[in-house]
């Protein structure tokens, strides 16, 4: 089965896909947002043309483990995103993803605009990473 992480900020939303074996989780694309509507039936037709049969929404809180700002907001867009499609979605902790996806752009020497689009994506295959290897356990 395929498998989609969506790393969903206000400006953009990272998205990335395992392969069908469920091996690795791929960076697929960074979605720049337009508006609320447009923005989770984007996502429900991306992850059903996929061949989805499970969405993973990372879910951003503070580093202690408590809820946030961006919580209130993200966990809102994914009750949304349930009401336009039937494929399962899990939250996942995404604490310090955009921060390793950071780290690694800036190791590789990647310039400050080239960075902005592609570290959500980036962000998002870790996200998928996480619930790939806690699930594996």
Avoid at 34 to 63: S, W
Avoid at 67 to 85: G, P, R, Y
Avoid at 119 to 132: C, F, Q
Wanted: glycine share 6%; aromatic share 8%.
């Amino acid at each position: 089965m395929v498998i989609v992480a969506f790393d969903i900020g206000d400006k953009r939303i990272g998205i990335a896909a395992t392969d069908p074996l469920e091996m690795m989780a791929l960076p697929v694309e960074t979605y720049f947002r337009k508006n609320t509507a447009e923005d989770v039936e984007y996502l429900a037709r991306f992850a059903k043309q996929r061949g989805a049969g499970l969405i993973v929404c990372g879910m951003p809180v503070n580093f202690d483990g408590s809820e946030s700002v961006q919580t209130v907001k993200t966990a809102s867009f994914v009750e949304k995103l349930k009401e336009k499609t039937d494929i399962p979605i899990v939250l996942e902790d995404e604490r310090f993803t955009t921060m390793e996806a950071r780290r690694v752009l800036i190791e590789a020497d990647m310039r400050r605009e080239k960075r902005k689009q592609v570290i959500d994506k980036i962000a998002a295959s870790y996200i998928l990473e996480g619930y790939l290897n806690r699930k594996n356990r």
